[in-house]
């Protein structure tokens, strides 16, 4: 499991869960899960936070932060991200039934919630959108900073033109299996370059430099090929429901050519918001906004049950 090393102070401090649980996947696998806010409030929304590569439920501690007043808050761990233990088992699938798995556990039968997954974890979304099991619990979606498919092709981490040598020296820097070793100023300055925005604050890199630095390499590596060939162009065509997009404009690792060809895919594609001067890390770079389209979902497309109770006695 990665070595919790998330800042403790600040915006960026992970907030301390309601209720902790263990979702089992459908090999044996057992997802950490954290649940935040109103539990027991039938009035409250449920949203679903899952987050990317070499990242962890801490990732998302600004949305859980500002979402718990008044929605149940779900996040999870990724399998060998954060307190998820490592499996054998890597790939789109394995994504699907995690997140299949977490979503049995934590919403009772029929109930819906929306589902916002950054990077990875949006592409946990797209190989999950076509599963009956998933749809009967999704309301809506946010696709944040992420992308369908040719994710090394499309990738501007290394500053060159698009072609064979590009895309060769990107799969050898983002499938490294050298270690991250501690979080030092250069290796601060490292993620930066690669993952925000120009413009990001000295405490979002260190929030994300210390997240990123604490997920195990053999995880980092074991996940990064499975990314370098990913192709989820039919799960794109398959996520029916509503469906928000968000990029970053300064993002490298997955520009926003993804986002504005998710776009063009989706078949019911709400909107795309480009946001000057962030990155890749967008939920922790523009929080607010990222929060804001979240918040957008639940009011237009989340029925509670108290809403169905009003509406039943009308």
Request: charged residues 20%; hydrophobic residues 45%; contains cysteine.
């Amino acid at each position: 499991m990665t070595r919790l090393t998330h800042v403790k102070h600040g915006p960026y401090a992970p907030p301390v869960a309601v209720r902790e649980l263990a979702a089992v996947s459908a090999d044996g696998a057992r997802l950490h899960v954290e649940m935040h806010g109103p539990l027991e409030d039938t009035a409250a929304p449920t949203v679903v936070l899952v987050h990317g590569w070499t990242c962890s439920t801490a990732f998302w501690a600004a949305q859980i932060r500002d979402l718990c007043v008044d929605h149940r808050v779900v996040a999870y761990d990724q399998r060998g991200h954060g307190r998820s233990p490592a499996s054998a088992e890597c790939g789109a699938d394995v994504l699907a039934d995690d997140l299949e798995a977490v979503l049995a556990a934590v919403l009772a039968p029929g109930e819906k919630a929306v589902l916002a997954g950054h990077s990875m974890g949006g592409m946990t979304v797209l190989a999950a959108a076509g599963r009956a099991a998933v749809r009967e619990h999704t309301a809506a979606v946010l696709l944040c900073s992420t992308g369908s498919s040719r994710l090394v092709a499309e990738s501007l981490v290394v500053p060159m033109g698009p072609g064979r040598v590009r895309t060769w020296l990107t799969r050898k820097i983002l499938g490294s299996r050298a270690p991250l070793g501690p979080v030092t100023p250069i290796a601060r300055r490292i993620l930066k370059y690669g993952t925000m925005g120009p413009g990001s604050s000295p405490v979002m890199v260190e929030a994300c430099a210390r997240i990123v630095h604490a997920c195990p390499r053999r995880v980092r590596y074991a996940w990064s090929h499975v990314l370098d060939t990913l192709d989820l162009d039919h799960g794109v065509r398959e996520l029916t429901v509503p469906t928000a997009v968000v990029v970053g404009a300064a993002d490298r690792m997955t520009p926003p050519v993804h986002a504005r060809a998710l776009a063009a895919t989706l078949p019911d594609c709400v909107g795309v918001s480009e946001l000057a001067g962030v990155g890749h890390m967008a939920p922790v770079e523009a929080p607010e906004a990222v929060t804001a389209r979240i918040r957008g979902l639940v009011t237009t497309y989340v029925r509670t049950r108290r809403d169905e109770w009003e509406e039943a006695g009308a």
